[in-house]
């Protein structure tokens, strides 16, 4: 079956001398992987997370697809020139690389991340983009916290709810600018203004949040790499 397809390429793996294997999630059929035959000799630029057109061949019974073109579907300027943008593609790759090796095709999860590619490089706060990013890939996903008040005193992790009350749990945030911080994540403020601090730890629970409710998730080596670079 020869096709076209528009994907997102989110990881690649060499596959002899000349050819890689490349993974796509892709705005029809999902997760899906190719070889790429001959394409370290054709020297095209492979940018994880890079918006490419696809033609390939695949065969009903084959995990693999083969790729006879890529192209370019839209090209970014700033993201790979930018040493922090390219921490935050490495940052968003992870995340990608853990939840979605079984994803079934969702356009509306296609658009979320083909508009957080663009966003991310056109946005000149790289310091919001992880919790903003974070917090609303796991609503996009299905994991959406519970919201029991408008003005919450506390979020539970482990429940996934923000309380009306303070609770008393290692798995709780009870710091009033904290929780006010984690539900515009979730439920963004477009006049809210936060502070360094409130980023960084911020981010640290979300991956925290999303640790209990996504199976097999961590970013710990990530985390420590944003930490150094992005938040000092």
Known sequence: MKAKELGLLIDKQAYSES??????????????SYIFKGGLKKRKA???????????????????????????????????????????????????????????????LFDFLRAQIILLETNINNKSFPTSFLAQYLMT??????LDAENPKSF??????????????????????????????????????????????????LVKYAALHVPGFHLDKTMEILHETLYN
């Open 19 to 32: 050819s890689s294997i490349l993974h796509f999630y892709t705005q029809e059929r999902g997760y899906q």
């Open 46 to 108: 492979l940018n994880q997370l890079g918006l490419y057109e696809l033609s390939y061949f695949k065969r009903p019974e084959s995990d693999l697809g083969i790729i006879n073109q890529l192209d370019f579907a839209w090209s970014a300027f700033q993201i790979y020139a930018h040493p922090q943008k390219v921490l935050l593609i490495f940052f968003l790759a992870d995340i990608l690389k853990q939840t979605l090796r079984h994803q079934g095709p969702d356009p509306a």
């Open 141 to 146: 996903m299905g994991y959406a916290p519970l």
């Open 156 to 205: 539970d992790l482990r429940r996934g709810v923000f309380d009306s009350a303070p609770l008393e749990s290692i798995d709780s945030v009870d710091d009033p600018q904290l929780v006010l911080f984690l539900k515009a994540q979730f439920w963004p403020e477009e006049s809210a203004v936060y502070s360094n601090e409130n980023y960084k730890e911020g981010l640290k629970l």
